[in-house]
């Protein structure tokens, strides 16, 4: 289930608009796991990665749901790896909501094939930021974007902070990564 939430009267950025995916059954327990690993890693206590902390959760729905977690302790980028492979599948479309799109090369490449092959790519960003510096670091990306034949829509009613990409019929919330050049 997906929930659109609203904060309202930010003075600068009018209303922020962002993406909530609701999860239950096992995958509850893979993302309880990223963020005691992410804990540890941080904080350097390992007080949550005991099993006391995870219970059993019944499975629920027919759904599949597959957890990809990357980060600074990750022997690889695994989340810039799923991205860039939905990228060079689809087949139809490619569609991104991400306030930060900052796409490295193979990011950038994987896009700028697509589009030049056919595959429908839209980007869809806020017209407000909450960072001037991320803002012109975004923008510095449309030239090229736009000579591949990507679609680039900017959202004006207030400031659009989810991170959404959809791919020929598949859904991808990846909340927290931001396809940002540290990451990608």
Known sequence: MYRINTLTDDPVLGTW??????????????????????????????????????????????????TVSSGPDSDFPSVHQLYF?????????????????????????ALQVAALGGVDVRIL???NSDSFLVKWSVQSYFENFLEAGIKIYLYPDGFLHSKVMFSDRSVNNHRYCQFRCQKF
Do not use: C
């Open 85 to 109: 492979s939905l990228i060079n599948r689809a087949k139809k479309y490619v569609y991104i909501i991400n306030p930060y799109i900052i796409p490295g090369e193979a990011i950038m490449e």
């Open 125 to 127: 960003l806020s017209s």
């Open 17 to 66: 608009h962002d993406m909530h995916l609701r999860l239950r059954g096992p995958v509850v327990s893979s993302l309880q796991a990223v963020f005691a690993m992410d804990w540890n890693f941080a904080s350097g206590k390992d007080d949550i990665l005991t099993l006391g902390y995870f219970s059993a959760i019944p499975e629920i729905g027919k759904s599949i749901v597959q």
